[in-house]
Every structure is written in structure tokens, then in C-alpha cells.
């Protein structure tokens, strides 16, 4: 028997990225939301006498057994590091089923690591703590712990430090992925280089300037718990008291339930609007859009004019990829065929809340 495990992706909704750490990372700020888009990853594993982890995947960018490279996986990475902690020595075959674009911002690969975990776990019939599964995730990669939490999250440190915010809702979104890939690390440095500070021989950010503006985004996650805390509880495991998500509307302009009831008091209540009134902005933006000038096109048209605009779009993480979120799934639809009109694929999805991000992560 084989587990079969959607691992979905991410957007970053504000990345606020400050100077170098001793360690070389930086210091960042960002509010993380999972989305429908998801890559499936397969894991059989059964107990052996000898360690044996093989991987194999159908797009030529994912490190794999064939290539010689799998160790570099980070779901490979994250099975052996499983086993040594679980102190357990298994035969392990992971597949990678790829749909979302190498290199696109979309923390893919970094979701594939968490779902080769939850495979893992499944097919041993071994759980790891939780707090020991953060650890691991963090060990991979700065973008891996936040896919143990699914929804919406808040992420500090260099990424790996998270905190479950109660779910944003669920606006349709659409994401556009050009067939262009960005090195994250290239990009860390092409942000330092844009902002030396004077004096200094190693390039680094401008400190007073982007720790303010980390502080702010951190201070905008505030808002997300304000307004989440009026429409329901603000404990950041169970999204909203009333049990519903909140949508957003384009007749009214204010949260709505499912079921279409509305929010008390208006937009001021919607947590997404909320957020995005607060002026969140992706630090990226500035040295990908200009080593990838279409990039800011496509960002044009993910928006919209007024009279079908979207709610807010941005490129997600370093790139390439970017979303735009809407007010209706008509809205949506015309900025999908607005990007695929000028030659870049677009994908229709939606905000997955934590919920629904585990109730639908293990496949049939
Ligand atoms: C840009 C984001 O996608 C935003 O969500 C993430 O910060 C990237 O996270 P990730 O892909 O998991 O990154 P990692 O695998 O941890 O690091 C890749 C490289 O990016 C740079 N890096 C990453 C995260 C960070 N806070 N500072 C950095 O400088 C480092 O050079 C590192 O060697
Ligand atoms: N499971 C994996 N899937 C895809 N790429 C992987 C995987 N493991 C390691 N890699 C390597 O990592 C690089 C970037 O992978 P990924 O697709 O996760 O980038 P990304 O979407 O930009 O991630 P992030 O948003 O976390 O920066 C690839 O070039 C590839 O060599």
C-alpha cells in the first residue's frame, strides 16, 4: 500500500526581508496562506534491516534517484532526517507528481517535504511529536514549517518561525506562472546588493529602514487578530467561532458568510481587506521586476482596471510566480484569461483555510 498526499502550495501575502544574520540568512517577516494548487507526493515505506530511499518525480528540475542528486530532495532530506529521530530503519519510495512550477515562489518544494513527512508517518503508523516535527521542518528549510500548519500563518525569524493566524477566508485567486525561475538565494543577494550600507564591505539592507518595515508587517498580522476576534475566536487553531469562513463580496464590499449572511459592521470587520489596508508589500518585487520587466506586466494585469479590479496582487515569495486575489469568482476569471491572453499560464484556485488544508491533504 502507497499514501498518496496533496502537498500544497503557498503565497506570501507581504514579505518584509531585513539585513543579513551572522548566519547568512536574513531576517524576514510575512504572513504565509496556503492555496488550493498542490503537487502530490506518493510514499511507500515498509520496515527493513537496511536504510534505502529512493525518489522519483516527473519534471527534470526535482533532484532525483536517476539523477544521482536525490539527497539534495528536500522530501528525501526530510524522510531520512524522520527515520533517524524515529530511530526506525525502513525501505522508503517516494514519487513526485509535479504541478507547480521549480523555482516559482510557491514554497513547492518545500510543501513536498512536509507531505512526504505525513506519508511517512502514515504508512509506519509512526507520529512524531509536533514539536519535534517543527524542528525537523526548520532543519530543511525556512519555507518548510509553515506547511505544518496550513491556513493562514504568520512566519518571523528567517521564515521558520510560525504562528497559526485564524484563517483570512477564502477568495478565489488566481496565480500566474511565468517560464522563468529565481533562485531564492540569488534573490536574498540581489536585495543586499540593491541596499549596501555605507561603510560596510559585505553588502547589507538598510537596517533602521527594512526593521521597520518588518515590524510594520508583523504589526498588520495584528489586524488579521483584531478583525478575527470580533468575528469569532481569536486562539488561532478553530477559525472562526460561528464555524464559517469569511468570503469576500463585490456588491457589498464586506465579509459575507458562505451562506451569505453578513458580517456586523462592514468592511472593517473583513480580515483580508483588512490586511491589505494596511499596505503590505512584497520587498522582492523591486529586484525580480527589474531583472524580469514582464513580471510587472503580468502583475498589471492580475489587477485589473476599476471596474473589475483585483482585491490585491503581488509576486509570491521571490518569484516567479504571481497571484491575485478577488472579490468573485467572475473577477477572477477575467484576470485569468486577461495573463493568459498575454501568454502567461494562469491558474483559478482559491485560499485554502487550515481546515480544509488537512481535511483534503491525504488523497484517496
Ligand atoms: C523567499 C521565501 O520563499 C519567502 O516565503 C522564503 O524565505 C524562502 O525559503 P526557502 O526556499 O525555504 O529558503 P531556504 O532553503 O531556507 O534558503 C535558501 C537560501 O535563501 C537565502 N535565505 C533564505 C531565507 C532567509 N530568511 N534568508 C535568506 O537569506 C539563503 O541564501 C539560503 O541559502
Ligand atoms: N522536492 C523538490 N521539488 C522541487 N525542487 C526541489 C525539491 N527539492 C529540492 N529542490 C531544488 O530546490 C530548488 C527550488 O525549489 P522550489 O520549487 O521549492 O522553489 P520555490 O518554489 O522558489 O520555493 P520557495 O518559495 O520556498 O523559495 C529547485 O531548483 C531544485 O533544484
Redesign the pocket.
Known amino acids: 500500500m502507497a499514501t498518496r498526499v496533496r502537498s500544497f502550495a503557498?503565497i506570501?501575502l507581504g514579505?518584509a526581508v531585513g539585513p543579513?544574520r551572522p548566519d547568512?540568512?536574513?531576517?524576514?517577516s510575512?504572513i504565509?496562506q496556503t492555496i488550493g494548487l498542490h503537487d502530490f507526493v506518493t510514499v511507500s515505506a515498509r520496515q527493513a534491516a537496511e536504510m534505502r530511499i529512493t525518489l522519483t518525480a516527473n519534471h527534470r528540475g526535482v533532484p532525483r534517484t536517476e539523477n544521482g542528486d536525490a539527497e539534495k530532495n528536500t522530501a528525501w532530506r526530510m524522510v531520512s532526517a524522520a527515520l533517524t529521530r524515529m530511530g526506525v530503519t525502513a525501505e522508503v519510495h517516494l514519487d513526485i507528481d509535479k504541478r507547480l512550477p521549480v523555482q516559482g515562489?510557491l514554497?513547492a518544494?518545500?510543501a513536498n517535504a512536509v507531505a512526504a513527512l505525513m506519508g511517512l508517518e502514515r504508512e509506519l503508523g509512526v507520529a512524531l511529536p509536533g514539536a519535534e516535527r517543527l524542528r525537523l521542518a526548520a532543519e530543511i528549510?525556512?519555507?518548510?514549517p509553515l506547511f505544518l500548519l496550513g491556513g493562514t500563518v504568520l512566519?518571523i525569524g528567517?521564515?521558520e518561525e510560525v504562528y497559526p493566524l485564524p484563517d483570512l477566508g477564502v477568495a478565489p485567486c488566481v496565480v500566474a506562472t511565468p517560464g522563468v525561475g529565481v533562485s531564492?538565494?540569488q534573490?536574498?543577494a540581489d536585495l543586499d546588493a540593491r541596499y549596501p550600507s555605507a561603510g560596510s564591505v559585505a553588502p547589507s539592507l538598510t537596517s533602521s529602514v527594512e526593521n521597520a518595515r518588518i515590524t510594520k508587517l508583523s504589526c498588520a498580522s495584528a489586524a488579521v487578530w483584531a478583525c478575527n476576534g470580533i468575528a469569532g475566536n481569536a486562539n488561532g487553531t478553530a477559525p472562526h467561532s460561528s464555524g464559517t469562513t469569511p468570503t469576500v463580496s463585490p456588491e457589498h464590499g464586506f465579509g459575507i458568510s458562505p451562506s451569505g449572511e453578513q458580517f456586523e459592521g462592514g468592511l472593517a470587520e473583513n480580515p483580508l481587506l483588512a490586511l491589505v489596508r494596511t499596505g503590505i508589500e512584497n520587498d522582492?518585487e523591486e529586484v525580480v521586476f527589474s531583472q524580469h520587466p514582464f513580471l510587472r506586466s503580468t502583475k498589471r494585469e492580475l489587477l485589473g482596471s476599476s471596474s473589475s479590479q483585483a482585491l490585491y496582487a503581488a509576486l509570491s515569495?521571490?518569484g516567479s510566480a504571481l497571484f491575485g486575489l478577488y472579490f468573485s469568482q467572475a473577477a477572477a476569471r477575467e484576470a485569468q484569461q486577461r495573463v493568459e491572453h498575454s501568454g502567461t499560464r494562469a491558474l483559478l484556485t482559491e485560499m485554502l483555510d487550515r481546515q480544509t488544508y488537512f481535511d483534503t491533504m491525504f488523497a484517496e
Do not use: E, I
Open positions: 503557498k506570501n514579505l543579513p547568512g540568512f536574513h531576517a524576514l510575512t504565509y515562489g514554497g518544494g518545500s528549510g525556512s519555507d518548510v512566519g528567517r521564515g531564492t538565494k534573490a536574498f522582492f515569495g521571490s
